[in-house]
């Protein structure tokens, strides 16, 4: 392989397609209640929705180390390594994988790329990479690949409560009963690189009609990922992915758990899309 690709946890992308493909995955660092996991390592995300109304305390999210990302950097098995991932103006993932670069730049070449969004949205980055890595496909022909995908990718997603926003210092606490009180489910979306607010929205069921909405104004869109923080709702993911079967066919639409770094802020019944639409 010319060139290997790395991402981090919050990519989202399945643990199928990461071992299909050889893809290195750096975990985010969580610590809940006084004890730290490794997203998808040493974390169920499941476990922790379930658990996540319970927490004693709010949980706290870090970025991998650059020791971490160096460790993959060193074993990638290819002299060129691209490196994908989340925002750098929400995480400080981005600049931990630009200081292991450095750290390893005598012995492998590395390109850190700021996908500009999070979850799938950076995950569909992610597995465009990986499938031309694995055709053979140069560095540079896979960075100027990902230039003009990035711009493609949408992130839009339906909260079910502010009580989280309001936890993790986003929104304010009256805002948040406020917000509690009237039932108000805000819409966000991720927009060069930020989470900007789209709307708010009375009751679930005209949220859930405005994020179906968002989706269909695209017509064009090349893959579609279906997203939800915990508990599993079977009904609400079976009616997006059939209102949404017109731009992607139910069966190649992939539905995915939001890594619980993302999710601790967005808080439980979240749901969401990551598009990457075609030119």
């Given at each position: 392989?010319?060139?290997?690709?790395?991402?981090?946890?919050?990519?989202?992308?399945p643990?199928?397609?990461?071992?299909?493909?050889?893809i290195?995955?750096?975990?985010?660092i969580?610590?809940?209640?006084?004890?730290?996991?490794?997203?998808?390592?040493?974390?169920n995300?499941?476990q922790?929705?379930?658990?996540?109304p319970r927490?004693?305390?709010?949980?706290?999210?870090?970025a991998?180390?650059?020791?971490?990302?160096?460790?993959?950097?060193?074993?990638?098995?290819?002299?060129?390594?691209i490196?994908?991932?989340?925002?750098?103006?929400?995480?400080?993932?981005?600049?931990?994988?630009?200081?292991?670069?450095?750290?390893?730049?005598?012995?492998?070449?590395?390109?850190?790329?700021?996908?500009?969004?999070?979850?799938?949205?950076?995950?569909?980055l992610?597995?465009e990479?990986?499938?031309?890595?694995?055709?053979?496909?140069?560095?540079?022909a896979?960075?100027?690949?990902?230039?003009?995908l990035r711009?493609?990718?949408?992130v839009?997603?339906?909260?079910?409560?502010?009580k989280?926003?309001?936890?993790?210092g986003?929104?304010?606490?009256?805002?948040?009963?406020?917000?509690e009180?009237?039932?108000?489910?805000p819409?966000?979306?991720?927009e060069?690189?930020?989470?900007r607010?789209?709307?708010?929205?009375?009751?679930?069921?005209?949220?859930?009609?405005?994020?179906?909405?968002?989706v269909?104004?695209?017509?064009?869109?090349?893959?579609?990922a279906?997203?939800?923080?915990?508990?599993?709702?079977?009904?609400?993911l079976?009616?997006?992915?059939?209102?949404?079967?017109?731009?992607?066919?139910?069966?190649a639409?992939?539905v995915?758990?939001?890594?619980?770094?993302i999710?601790?802020?967005?808080?439980?019944?979240?749901?969401?899309?990551?598009?990457?639409l075609?030119a």
């Amino acid at each position: 392989m010319r060139c290997a690709i790395v991402s981090d946890s919050t990519c989202d992308v399945p643990s199928e397609v990461v071992q299909q493909y050889g893809i290195g995955i750096a975990p985010a660092i969580i610590e809940v209640d006084g004890q730290t996991f490794l997203d998808g390592a040493t974390l169920n995300r499941t476990q922790f929705y379930e658990d996540l109304p319970r927490f004693r305390t709010f949980p706290k999210t870090a970025a991998a180390s650059p020791e971490a990302f160096a460790a993959l950097y060193r074993n990638a098995g290819a002299p060129e390594v691209i490196s994908i991932h989340l925002s750098q103006r929400l995480s400080a993932m981005y600049s931990s994988a630009r200081i292991a670069a450095e750290m390893v730049r005598d012995a492998v070449r590395v390109h850190v790329f700021d996908s500009q969004t999070i979850s799938m949205g950076t995950g569909w980055l992610v597995v465009e990479a990986a499938e031309m890595a694995a055709q053979g496909a140069s560095a540079d022909a896979i960075l100027a690949r990902l230039e003009q995908l990035r711009p493609r990718v949408r992130v839009y997603a339906l909260l079910d409560t502010l009580k989280y926003l309001q936890k993790s210092g986003r929104v304010s606490a009256l805002t948040a009963s406020i917000g509690e009180m009237l039932q108000i489910k805000p819409l966000i979306a991720v927009e060069d690189g930020e989470v900007r607010l789209l709307e708010r929205v009375r009751l679930r069921s005209r949220g859930v009609e405005h994020l179906v909405a968002l989706v269909k104004q695209h017509p064009r869109v090349r893959r579609l990922a279906v997203l939800y923080t915990g508990p599993r709702s079977d009904a609400d993911l079976a009616l997006l992915q059939a209102e949404w079967h017109a731009q992607v066919p139910t069966a190649a639409q992939w539905v995915q758990l939001v890594t619980p770094t993302i999710g601790a802020h967005l808080g439980p019944r979240g749901l969401g899309a990551a598009l990457l639409l075609e030119a």
